[in-house]
């Protein structure tokens, strides 16, 4: 994920750590990496030009993102959802894939979840 970012922004986060969170949710946080011109914005009092900026990047990766963890877990994405926070600089990626189990949430309509 840092090397893609890096790739595409020029410039990518300092620090990344993935988690399983259950056996269908890859949870990846990445912290640092504000680009001159995003701090410049952020510190000019432009946090949501930044987070706009910010959202717009991770859609137009998305499918890269998907294919990365694909081809790491061998298994099919089925959902993805992005978040951003600005101080602390901190973004989370988060990837649901397709259930190896039937008995999974992911694999459920819905009617299980809360909400």
């Known amino acids: 994920m840092v090397q893609l970012f890096r790739d595409f922004l020029g410039k990518g986060p300092e620090r990344c750590k993935s988690y399983w969170a259950g056996r269908d949710l890859l949870v990846i946080l990445l912290g640092g990496g504000y680009t001159v011109a995003e701090q410049t914005l952020y510190d000019a009092g432009q946090g949501q030009a930044v987070q706009n900026s910010r959202h717009a990047l991770q859609i137009t990766l998305a499918a890269r993102m998907q294919g990365t963890v694909e081809d790491l877990t061998g298994r099919k994405v089925i959902a993805?959802?992005?978040?951003?926070?600005?101080?602390?600089?901190?973004?989370?990626?988060?990837?649901?894939?397709?259930?190896?189990?039937?008995?999974?949430?992911?694999?459920?309509?819905?009617?299980?979840?809360?909400?």
């Open 80 to 115: 993805f959802m992005s978040a951003s926070h600005q101080d602390p600089d901190l973004s989370a990626e988060l990837f649901v894939l397709k259930p190896e189990e039937p008995d999974s949430p992911a694999a459920s309509s819905g009617k299980d979840l809360p909400g």
